[in-house]
């Protein structure tokens, strides 16, 4: 896939969606989620129907987390934000990383 071609829905799920929905799920199982209760909220989230069977490829530790922003260059490098720390985050398909 070109820089110029748009990505659809498919392609954004496949190239960054997952690398989201890992991260949120990482950051509703951080202890900080938890006390708040907020992890409940994602226990009763039926996304196997909607993503297939979910894979988390990466957590994320710091004192506290919450990810959104999330951005993909043409390469498939994904970055999103950890609000709760004011960082910009990055995860490498190829490496996994």
């Excluded at 929905?21 to 994602?42: C, N, R």
């Excluded at 996304?47 to 987390?65: F, M, P, Q, Y």
């Amino acid at each position: 896939m070109s820089c110029s071609q748009k990505l659809d829905r498919r392609d954004w799920l496949r190239i960054g969606g997952c690398g989201l929905a890992a991260g949120a799920l990482a950051a509703a199982s951080s202890p900080f989620a938890q006390a708040a209760g907020i992890a409940d909220h994602y226990n009763r989230l039926d996304s196997d129907r909607w993503l297939g069977e979910v894979e988390i490829l990466a957590t994320i530790e710091d004192e506290k987390v919450f990810t959104e922003g999330p951005a993909v260059d043409s390469s498939g490098t994904l970055y999103f934000t950890n609000t709760a720390t004011s960082k910009i985050l990055k995860w490498e398909p190829k490496s996994k990383t």
